[in-house]
């Protein structure tokens, strides 16, 4: 058998093994055959000559050319098994069904394919071997290949290796004196090839090479697999650590790695193989777990730097460092400006290794570098004329209102990557303006409404809202005069444009720099004259036009001086045309509404007829404002709660005083002169703290330092001049009168700021001499030191219910709240407590302060639930008609109580819920609370940059604002809400709870049953 495979020769390397075809063309030649090497072995020519004979006679051949065409660098056919254990070839035939004891395809398996596999199957059987050798020719064929193993190494390690006997062995085994059986069933050897040692693989791979060939195929990794799985197995038996080392003495250790696992079971597999701790253990010497696990860490952040950053970053080990717009948001959250950051930033450095805490203070500057243009100016003006005050100069600033609200659109359409204007349903302009603590702030909120598939058949409504500031007045006087000299003229220019425009979206081409050229919404306020005014769907480009729809809020006050009825507020309703007299009663009148026509028309009657009192219908002579229609000044929601919750507050007090303690009519009237006289006080103060202001140019006090400064310099140039040689009279006259007019101004001023003093020292005066009669009148009844409306404030401070040291005393719109929410609780305690101070001459009993606490009580919940209704978002109508009936039940308990009806009453009545029907969305972004908001920001910045003027205030402002409503920095400020705690379940059951219990009570209160 091995005669007749030898003659095919190895492929390979020519001039290592000879020529394949050569050796190819040799073996044809009979009785001659070529080894590996393609030598000829003519020691071996009688045996292979006679094993050819007889071979031939039992009709065995072999397709040599067909089992030469095998791969380069590989044995020509390689019989080392065929991996079964069915029927296995073997030197005398086709294969041996006995032969079941042999390892299953030898060591490693059959590789055997093509054309040698085809040869086997033209080998004889074992049975028809034994018919046709004689036992002589049997015993023959052993000794030659007793014979030719002793000549051929390869052929006798081959025998060896897969019989386990020694060839003397199986030749005795195969003795013809030995039984059939034995002769029959003895395992056949294969030939197992390997390469010489001129061969590469035999030098690179010597192990595997004395194992077999086959584990150098490139085909064949499923047996080099099977070898490293039993030589995993036998150290794992024997409990050592599968490892190698190399000539030059490094060693090297196998870990298990699973491969193909999913990230998400990293985890679960890493402490499963635990390869990260064999890994550290047995690449690094010592115990030191600290320094290895620093040393792979180390090696990530080299190697892999941003990688790993960003994994330690969002695994939260690390912090990242803050974009722009999270920066933004943090120094606003925590009320720092850029010098507090800087510090911070050092202190994070320096203290916690944290080197890179956010962008730099440049990218800061840049992202609030886009603000419009401001203008500022002064007006001078006389706030008492009938006092003769001294000319004082109010200071001002304006933004173009249309070109902010552009910016602040464009802003929302390209910070969100899926916009197109088909999403937008409504935009909405709100403007606000209100008068306080020496500045009037005039503001604009953006409302932009969304409506996009829900996926399930519905509606997603969405919105964006952003506030920004437009015009400031620094002045102690609060009036249409002051007004229209300085912001009127520019802010009505652009919110004009903006009342009888739209809004065109498209896009365009954006080219920044490091940037490629990219698309961007461009938002822009057109009119009537653009040729696409009148588009009602969009491009095929995307570009659409989209109405745009401007308000107003603020309180009543600042709505009369924008629609020319400047001091009718508290006796004319802005929006219809009905007086006091004539909205009193229950249900009242419904007076005709009132357009911007109307309103113009009515002016020019009065300017041009005279007319004074009633007949001028509260309207001046003057035209509205701005060309906003009067049905969308939103009626003042903040407002009316803070107006209607001190009305019934103020009801309360002078009934406990008038009815249950009985004060005589000279204590109420005493009282009612203190808070007149606490009024004046206050604002008298506030114009004395407006001539002290010294980081204001209009000030007296500047004015003071100013001339002081003029006087030092005017003297210094009188001594330069009698110090030269030749006296300048003309000039040196000159400076003299400048001199004097100086110091007369300096003591004109100076005398003012004295009467100031004076006249706030004389009111209070007037107050104490008024207390001091209240007290001797207390003292003359021998009431307690205490009135009944002090132990009503001590009860409502009990609930952080607070009177302000503004406006009056009165309760601002927080504590009004805290008062509804509260009512039930807070009139228990008063009505327990007036019960307990009823005086012995008084005509009430404790039924009738029952009956009055419980009104009072009643009209709270009520105007509870009106403006808790008003602030539904996208009302239903069930909401409308539940609102109105709230409002009327009030106006119609209030009318019972004997209270009068207010403007706010009747407004309420008559008016809101037409608009909360109109609005698109309802009223709930017109809750002027905002507005008031603006305030105490401005405040804040006036304080934080005071001795800047105000014009260096403004762009401060309008840079911080503008970092502040990028919809990202705003989206940074809304994640911030995420962190807090979340409510435990007791505290959200108390809540759905006390919802409840508001409910029942409001619909008690509105069927009087409470």
């Given at each position: 058998d091995d005669l007749k495979e030898d003659p095919i020769a190895y492929s390979g390397d020519a001039k290592k093994y000879g020529n394949r075809t050569k050796g190819a063309a040799q073996a044809d030649a009979p009785g001659q055959v070529v080894n590996k090497s393609g030598v000829d072995r003519k020691s071996n020519d009688n045996i292979a000559a006679e094993v050819d004979l007889k071979l031939k006679g039992s009709a065995m051949?072999?397709?040599?050319?067909?089992?030469?065409?095998?791969?380069?660098?590989?044995?020509?056919?390689?019989?080392?098994?065929?991996?079964?254990?069915?029927?296995?070839?073997?030197?005398?035939?086709?294969?041996?069904?006995?032969?079941?004891?042999?390892?299953?395809?030898?060591?490693?398996?059959?590789?055997?394919?093509?054309?040698?596999?085809?040869?086997?199957?033209?080998?004889?059987?074992?049975?028809?071997?034994?018919?046709?050798?004689?036992?002589?020719?049997?015993?023959?064929?052993?000794?030659?290949?007793?014979?030719?193993?002793?000549?051929?190494?390869?052929?006798?390690?081959?025998?060896?290796?897969?019989?386990?006997?020694?060839?003397?062995?199986?030749?005795?085994?195969?003795?013809?004196?030995?039984?059939?059986?034995?002769?029959?069933?003895?395992?056949?050897?294969?030939?197992?090839?390997?390469?010489?040692?001129?061969?590469?693989?035999?030098?690179?791979?010597?192990?595997?090479?004395?194992?077999?060939?086959?584990?150098?195929?490139?085909?064949?990794?499923?047996?080099?697999?099977?070898?490293?799985?039993?030589?995993?197995?036998?150290?794992?038996?024997?409990?050592?650590?599968?490892?190698?080392?190399?000539?030059?003495?490094?060693?090297?250790?196998?870990?298990?790695?699973?491969?193909?696992?999913?990230?998400?079971?990293?985890?679960?597999?890493?402490?499963?193989?635990?390869?990260?701790?064999?890994?550290?253990?047995?690449?690094?010497?010592?115990?030191?777990?600290?320094?290895?696990?620093?040393?792979?860490?180390?090696?990530?952040?080299?190697?892999?730097?941003?990688?790993?950053?960003?994994?330690?970053?969002?695994?939260?080990?690390?912090?990242?460092a803050m974009d722009v717009y999270e920066m933004a948001s943090t120094m606003d959250h925590v009320s720092i400006g850029i010098k507090q950051w800087r510090s911070l930033v050092q202190c994070l450095k320096k203290f916690m290794h944290i080197d890179n805490v956010s962008v730099s203070e440049h990218a800061w500057r840049k992202l609030g570098s886009d603000v419009g243009a401001i203008k500022s100016g002064s007006h001078e003006f006389v706030k008492n004329k009938s006092k003769g005050t001294r000319t004082e100069k109010a200071v001002y600033w304006t933004m173009d209102p249309k070109a902010e609200c552009e910016r602040n659109i464009d802003d929302f359409a390209n910070s969100n990557g899926n916009f197109h204007p088909n999403q937008v349903k409504f935009i909405q302009t709100i403007y606000a303006g209100d008068h306080g603590q020496g500045k009037h702030r005039f503001a604009c909120k953006n409302v932009i409404h969304l409506e996009s598939p829900d996926g399930k058949g519905g509606v997603k409504r969405d919105k964006q809202t952003v506030i920004y500031p437009l015009a400031d007045i620094k002045a102690s006087k609060d009036t249409c005069e002051v007004f229209k000299a300085t912001i009127h003229e520019d802010l009505a220019e652009g919110i004009n444009q903006i009342v009888h425009g739209k809004v065109l979206f498209e896009l365009v081409d954006e080219e920044e720099e490091d940037r490629p050229k990219s698309k961007r919404w461009k938002c822009t306020v057109i009119d009537k004259n653009h040729d696409r005014f009148n588009d009602e769907v969009p491009a095929s480009d995307g570009s659409a036009v989209l109405d745009i729809t401007p308000y107003m809020v603020g309180d009543l006050k600042f709505y009369s001086q924008m629609l020319g009825k400047e001091g009718f507020d508290s006796w004319w309703c802005y929006h219809c045309n009905l007086g006091l007299s004539e909205w009193q009663g229950f249900p009242g009148s419904e007076g005709t509404p009132w357009t911007l026509e109307s309103l113009k028309i009515q002016a020019d009657k009065n300017k041009r007829d005279k007319l004074t009192g009633s007949n001028r219908m509260g309207v001046r002579e003057e035209y509205p404002y701005f060309d906003i229609p009067v049905e969308n000044y939103i009626f003042p929601i903040l407002h009316t709660l803070i107006g209607v919750g001190n009305n019934i507050l103020t009801y309360l007090t002078n009934y406990a005083d008038n009815h249950v303690q009985i004060l005589p009519t000279r204590q109420i009237t005493l009282k009612e002169e203190i808070k007149k006289l606490d009024k004046e006080i206050l604002d008298n103060q506030i114009s004395r703290n407006f001539f002290d202001d010294t980081s204001s140019s209009s000030s007296g006090a500047s004015a003071i330092k100013n001339l002081k400064f003029n006087i030092r310099n005017w003297r210094g140039d009188l001594v330069a001049i009698e110090s030269a040689g030749q006296v300048d009279q003309t000039r040196q006259a000159a400076i003299k009168s400048k001199i004097d007019d100086a110091e007369k101004g300096i003591k004109r001023l100076e005398d003012e700021r004295k009467a100031m003093t004076k006249e706030i020292d004389g009111l209070k005066k007037k107050r104490t001499s008024k207390g001091e009669q209240i007290t001797n009148i207390k003292k003359a009844r021998k009431l307690d030191a205490n009135s009944l409306y002090t132990g009503i404030d001590n009860i409502l401070q009990e609930f952080s219910i607070v009177r302000a040291e503004y406006h009056g005393g009165d309760l601002t719109g927080v504590h009004i709240k805290i008062f509804m929410a509260n009512a039930k609780e807070i009139m228990s305690r008063i009505r327990d407590y007036l019960t307990k101070s009823l005086h012995d001459d008084s005509d009430e009993t404790p039924d009738s302060i029952k009956d009055v606490c419980n009104n009072v009580e009643n009209l709270l919940v009520l105007w509870e639930g009106v403006l808790s209704n008003l602030h539904i978002e996208f009302p239903e109508e069930k909401d409308f008609i539940e609102t109105q009936q709230f409002v009327d039940a009030a106006v119609e308990l209030s009318f019972k109580m004997g209270m009068s009806k207010t403007v706010k009453g009747h407004g309420a009545q008559r008016h809101i819920v037409k608009q909360m029907r109109a609005v698109y969305g309802g009223l709930f972004e017109f809750d002027e609370q905002w507005a008031e908001r603006i305030h105490q920001i401005g405040k804040n910045y006036d304080m934080k940059y005071r001795y800047q003027n105000e014009y260096r205030k403004a762009m401060t402002r309008a840079m911080e604002t503008r970092r502040l409503s990028k919809p990202q920095t705003l989206a940074a400020t809304a994640s911030l809400a995420t962190f807090k705690r979340g409510k435990r379940k007791a505290v959200i059951a108390k809540q759905r709870s006390d919802k409840r219990v508001k409910s029942e009570r409001r619909s008690a209160a509105l069927n009087n049953k409470m």
């Open positions: 051949e072999v397709d040599s050319k067909g089992a030469s065409a095998t791969h380069d660098n590989e044995p020509a056919d390689m019989l080392a098994g065929n991996g079964e254990s069915t029927v296995k070839p073997n030197m005398y035939g086709k294969g041996n069904k006995a032969d079941t004891n042999i390892d299953k395809g030898g060591l490693f398996g059959d590789t055997r394919s093509g054309a040698a596999a085809e040869a086997s199957k033209k080998f004889v059987s074992p049975d028809k071997v034994a018919q046709d050798f004689t036992r002589e020719e049997q015993t023959t064929l052993m000794s030659n290949l007793l014979v030719l193993a002793k000549k051929d190494r390869e052929l006798h390690q081959s025998l060896k290796g897969l019989a386990n006997q020694s060839p003397e062995e199986l030749a005795v085994m195969m003795n013809p004196l030995a039984p059939d059986a034995i002769v029959t069933s003895i395992p056949t050897p294969k030939r197992q090839r390997i390469y010489d040692p001129p061969h590469r693989n035999a030098t690179k791979y010597p192990m595997l090479n004395s194992l077999n060939v086959d584990l150098m195929d490139v085909n064949a990794n499923s047996k080099r697999e099977a070898v490293l799985r039993e030589l995993d197995a036998w150290y794992r038996e024997h409990e050592k650590p599968m490892s190698f080392e190399t000539s030059n003495h490094y060693k090297f250790l196998f870990i298990k790695v699973p491969v193909g696992k999913p990230l998400d079971s990293s985890y679960r597999v890493m402490k499963e193989y635990q390869m990260i701790e064999k890994f550290l253990e047995a690449t690094f010497e010592g115990d030191d777990t600290l320094a290895k696990v620093e040393c792979m860490l180390d090696y990530l952040l080299i190697r892999h730097k941003e990688a790993a950053r960003h994994a330690l970053e969002n695994m939260g080990i690390i912090p990242k």
